[in-house]
T-cell receptor
Framework: GQSLEQPSEVTAVEGAIVQINCTYQ??????LSWYQQHDGGAPTFLSYNALDGLEETGRFSSFLSRSDSYGYLLLQELQMKDSASYFCAVRRRGFQKLVFGTGTRLLVSP | EPEVTQTPSHQVTQMGQEVILRCVPISNHLYFYWYRQILGQKVEFLVSFYNNEISEKSEIFDDQFSVERPDGSNFTLKIRSTKLEDSAMYFCASSEGTDQPQHFGDGTRLSIL
């Protein structure tokens, strides 16, 4: 089977930098995606890594180390609107489905 | 920006009844998906659909569930004989290809009474 582990909650202040980690166990790993979900809202795609290294998209960056089965999402210059849940999700080779982690709730305070 | 649209936003149904959840994927996307999220839990995959047939399904997607693309724009999820445990948020998603990001709709909140 597959499993993903994320911290359940992270807190930070406006303007800070926060890192949300994700470790996974799966056979046939193909890629790691990150989604943001506000309460009652839809998961919104943030970033995707298929190869090792850092992908940068504005204030958000995502990192992957396939040898360590580990990735993280880095959020810079935090804003209040970044308060949400963040999910990592893996895709396996030959499969289309995303398998989501349990999510990390980010609370940004003034 | 193109988006996935879902209707209704909220559906309340008596246990045992059938429901149909509707989705309009992004127009140039070829792959369609249904996921569900029970309150407070993670998002779970139900089924993927490509070229007018199911390409992948989860253990959750049993004979109670079916999907259909009745025309060139709509994609539906039918749940027969609903049970209390079917209460959840149901998300439709679509992607251009299997290597492209999956974009989610705002979901249908299904409440079974």
């Amino acid at each position: 089977g597959q499993s993903l582990e994320q911290p359940s909650e992270v807190t930070a202040v406006e303007g800070a930098i926060v890192q949300i980690n994700c470790t996974y166990q799966t056979s046939g790993f193909y890629g790691l995606s990150w989604y943001q979900q506000h309460d009652g809202g839809a998961p919104t795609f943030l970033s995707y890594n298929a190869l090792d290294g850092l992908e940068e998209t504005g204030r958000f960056s995502s990192f992957l180390s396939r040898s360590d089965s580990y990735g993280y999402l880095l959020l810079q210059e935090l804003q209040m609107k970044d308060s949400a849940s963040y999910f990592c999700a893996v895709r396996r080779r030959g499969f289309q489905k995303l398998v989501f982690g349990t999510g990390t709730r980010l609370l940004v305070s003034p | 920006e193109p988006e996935v649209t879902q209707t209704p936003s909220h559906q309340v149904t008596q246990m045992g009844q059938e429901v149909i959840l509707r989705c309009v994927p992004i127009s140039n996307h070829l792959y369609f998906y249904w996921y569900r999220q029970i309150l407070g839990q993670k998002v779970e995959f139900l089924v993927s659909f490509y070229n007018n047939e199911i390409s992948e399904k989860s253990e959750i997607f049993d004979d109670q569930f079916s999907v259909e693309r009745p025309d060139g724009s709509n994609f539906t999820l039918k749940i027969r004989s609903t049970k209390l445990e079917d209460s959840a948020m149901y998300f439709c998603a679509s992607s251009e290809g299997t290597d492209q990001p999956q974009h989610f709709g705002d979901g249908t909140r299904l409440s079974i009474l």
